[in-house]
């Protein structure tokens, strides 16, 4: 399969010239590492199913990233080959993108909520040749899922199982068999070496059509996005980053995996987010930073568990995905003494603007930050001229991070000539050339930092035969910042309650997390002369409604 890369032959000269683009691989930067400080921690894995800490030194994770990588090549997969990982934060999956990396395999995350509406689209798409998923995460039977969906995915020759016992386990095929004695390692390594150009991360991203959208990145726009970034917030190898967001999230994927690496730091890794072990693990491991959105800051400054452990080693909590309500900042930088700052970003650009250390409070509480080196923002009206500070209007982005094109999918690219891409959200520049995300275009809802798809979800609503329309406005939430409600009109002698909505719901196989929280029949929809929904007089009924 063909991943054709849109990004203008001028600009890749402009960004490799200017040193924008590092032009190396993160085998590479794990390479130097392993050689300067061979015994370093490299990843610290805390396995909520067996209470068990986990870690691997710089060496010794080194050799198991080998292993793995000559253990795919064994059975079949090559440069330009899609590897999927359903995996939860595991210390297995920072070993398995390094492994495709060695190899020029493409690394395709997926989130653990999706189930098999979501995967029946995404691993045909992707035409994945191979996947690996957890044997059993919160209860739900990945294998068995898999199992169920592959008659229809006939790309698909391999299916792994980490935590399993049988022939398909990760420790089996790839831990306990020694295949470095097998296959000459360097021969195998050197043949398959990809380009920092090619494409190295297939992350879908929800959209506001009913399909998601394959972002494809290469080292190049993923290192360069990160070397400025960690440059930013004053990051380096000193550094341990504590990372409960999810790997398959690109804040998870590239400040919690790739980071480290890059730094030459350890990545602590928690697989299911609860604050009071958080604070036990900051203790412990002496983290100084992590990234996550909102929710995590507010859960982590509520817990009486702050009470009982020394955070004092961490230094910097950064929120992305939501505003940082003010009183939330203060309360955490009285409580755990941490310097709390705002960013914004995408997984079509990594981060892109961030409060830089030392930010007076106006600007952590009252922007998104400013962008990093290597990236610009602008905000233009709709003749696409920039428009005057302090005027509301579409925010666009470019720069060394920005994505290289949506897989299959050229038309949708939405980056001109001078490489600024659309990005979907609408935002006021401030006179200190901070922005501040005012809405989104996009028809999205963002609960906790996670985009919600409405009108995927509105498309399954519209076929329950009690529902004439349906339409999905976001709904104000302390905590996750916002919450999924949904209003509907009913056919003639129709009922439906919020009960069998879940139910129905739950048939279809959707995401739990998509799912709207709160079900309001109204008699008729606000609409344009046109016949349109105005969406805009539902988020104003929906200002004052909660779960």
């Known amino acids: 399969m063909s991943f054709h890369i849109q990004t203008p032959p001028e600009r890749v000269a402009y960004f490799l010239k200017s040193g924008l683009w590092p032009n190396r691989l993160l085998t590479e930067y794990l390479d130097e590492a392993v050689a300067t400080n061979p015994q370093r921690a490299a990843v610290v894995g805390y396995d909520s199913r067996t209470g068990k800490r986990t870690v691997h030194s710089y060496e010794e994770f080194n050799r198991i990233v080998d292993r793995i990588a ?55 798409f992707g035409q994945a040749k191979a996947i690996f998923v957890s044997q059993d995460y919160r209860g739900f039977d990945y294998p068995g899922m898999i199992a169920e969906l592959r008659g229809d995915l006939p790309a698909l020759e391999h299916v792994f199982v980490v935590g399993g016992t049988g022939a398909d386990s990760f420790d089996s095929c790839f831990i306990d068999r020694r295949w470095e004695s097998e296959l000459d390692r360097d021969a195998v390594f050197a043949e398959r070496q990809p380009s920092p150009n090619d494409v190295s991360l297939l992350m879908y ?49 590239l400040y919690g995996l790739m980071m ?73 930088a009285e409580r755990l003494n941490v310097m709390v700052n705002a960013a914004w970003g995408m997984t079509e650009n990594g981060g892109v603007t961030t409060t830089r250390p030392g930010d007076p409070a106006d600007r952590i509480f009252g922007s998104d930050g400013a962008p990093i080196e290597g990236m610009e923002v602008r905000v233009v009206g709709e003749d696409g001229k920039p428009l005057p500070t302090g005027t509301e209007g579409r925010l666009q982005a470019r720069g060394m991070a920005n994505f290289v094109g949506y897989l299959k999918k050229p038309e949708l690219f939405a980056t001109d000539a001078e490489g600024w891409f659309e990005t979907g959200d609408l935002a006021r520049m401030r006179d200190d050339g901070y922005i501040r995300i005012s809405g989104r275009s996009k028809d999205v809802i963002i609960r906790g930092g996670e985009n919600i798809p409405i009108v995927e979800v509105e498309e399954l609503l519209y076929r329950h035969p009690a529902i004439q329309d349906a339409a999905i406005v976001a709904m104000p939430d302390e905590r996750l910042g916002e919450r999924g409600c949904v209003f509907i009109t009913l056919q003639q002698d129709q009922t439906l309650t919020f009960d069998g909505m879940i139910r129905y719901l739950t048939e279809q196989k959707m995401a739990k997390q998509y799912f709207p929280e709160r079900l309001e029949v109204i008699e008729e929809m606000p609409r344009t002369p046109s016949g349109k929904i105005q969406k805009f007089r539902l988020r104003e009924i929906a200002e004052g409604l909660s779960v």
């Open 70 to 124: 000559l253990g795919l090549v064994s059975y079949g997969i090559g440069p330009g080959d899609v590897v999927s990982m359903q995996l939860p934060n595991y210390w297995q999956f920072n070993a398995l993108f390094l492994a495709c990396l060695r190899i020029g395999a493409i690394t395709n995350p997926l989130m653990p909520i999706f189930r098999h509406r979501e995967l029946s689209f995404m691993l045909s």
């Open 205 to 253: 991203t929800s959209g506001t059509t009913g399909q998601p959208k394959g972002v494809m990145h290469t080292q190049n726009t993923l290192i360069g996005n990160i070397v400025k970034f960690a440059e930013r917030v004053g990051l380096d190898s000193s550094d341990t980053v504590l990372m409960a967001s999810p790997l398959a999230h690109l804040t998870g994927f």
């Open 260 to 332: 480290p690496v890059a730094l030459g730091g350890p990545s602590v890794l928690m697989d299911i987010w609860d604050p009071a072990e958080a604070a036990r693990i900051v203790e412990a491991e002496q983290v100084t930073f992590t990234m996550a959105s909102t929710p995590f800051l507010s859960d982590l400054t509520n817990t009486p568990a702050v009470d009982n452990h020394n955070l004092d080693s961490l230094l910097t909590f950064l929120t992305a995905g939501a505003p940082i309500p003010r009183v939330l900042a203060e309360r955490a």
